[in-house]
């Protein structure tokens, strides 16, 4: 399986509850990237990875939402205080590294439910 | 507003050609790609073009892009029902490595 996984595929929790979404990129990568894709939108970015430090964490919506990679493979995802408006399917994607065209490969992502 | 704008349905029929638009506002994009999603499942790079090209060519898909205009198209020849899908576009802005994706076009190809 040489393609980016991403675990649960499906999450449903209650509102207030914390959750944790994983991603394993392709072997390899050391660009790691969280988009959000709600209903009827498409992705938006949330944070992505260079290595083990988080390049970019402009959009990640607020403070209840945290990703840490600590040995720059594997990655997760860390949802505080789950709200209903955080409903939506969380994708990972990964690429050889930043910078010019590289392309980003996307794992089929993690539909998250809030109730 | 959105960044990178697209509407939202196309409905052809099978064999028929299809085009899907897009308009972007960010001029100094590097790259600009075309993503499609099938039900259920997640993003599969179609295709991109680099923002110095014209046009791109790759089988049955051919990119144009309009620099002036900031337009970019996706044309599909020859249409099949397996191309039914969502079509994203998305930019890649200068000095970013991140995506901008517009909401999406729905393409319907029916028999």
């Known amino acids: 399986g040489a393609g980016v996984s991403q675990t649960p595929s499906n999450k449903v929790t209650e509102k207030g509850k914390y959750v944790e979404l994983r991603c394993d990129p392709i072997?390899?990568?050391?660009?790691l990237y969280w988009y959000r894709q709600s209903l009827g939108q498409g992705p938006e970015f949330l944070i992505y990875f260079q290595g083990t430090g988080a390049a970019d964490d402009s959009g990640l919506p607020n403070d209840r939402f945290f990703a840490v990679r600590p040995e720059g493979s594997v990655s997760t995802l860390k949802i505080q205080r789950t709200e209903r408006g955080d409903s939506a399917v969380y994708l990972c994607a990964s690429s050889p590294q930043t910078g010019g065209m590289e392309t980003q490969y996307f794992g089929p992502g993690t539909r998250l439910l809030v109730l | 507003g959105e960044d990178v704008e697209q509407s939202l349905f196309l409905s052809v029929r099978e064999g028929d050609s299809s085009v899907i638009n897009c308009t972007y506002t960010d001029s100094s994009s590097t790259y600009l790609y075309w993503y499609k999603q099938e039900p259920g499942a997640g993003l599969q790079l179609l295709t991109y073009i680099f923002s110095n090209m014209d046009m791109k060519q790759d089988q049955r898909l051919t990119v144009l892009l309009n620099k002036k205009d900031k337009h970019l198209s996706l044309r599909i020849a020859d249409t099949q029902t397996g191309d039914s899908a969502i079509y994203f576009c998305a930019e890649e802005k200068s000095g970013y490595s991140t995506l901008t994706f517009g909401k999406g076009t729905m393409l319907l190809v029916s028999p």
């Open positions: 072997s390899g990568h050391t660009a």
